[in-house]
């Protein structure tokens, strides 16, 4: 399966939205939570799965 189009237009978008009967959802923002925790960001390049730049070579 591919992508073999993007529809952009809002009034083409909304017309098939109210056709398949799902222009008026009932959504709604997630619930406001409280984080209490973020974990940290660790990269270590030691550990890609990416292979090395002369790997190609």
């Given at each position: 399966?591919?992508?073999?189009?993007f529809i952009e237009?809002?009034?083409v978008i909304e017309k098939i939205l109210r056709h398949l009967g799902l222009w008026k959802t009932r959504n709604h923002d997630p619930p406001a939570g409280n984080v209490s925790h973020?974990?940290?960001?660790i990269y270590d390049e030691d550990y890609s799965q990416i292979p090395p730049y002369d790997y190609w070579l």
């Open positions: 399966m591919k992508i073999i189009s237009d809002k009034d973020i974990p940290e960001f």
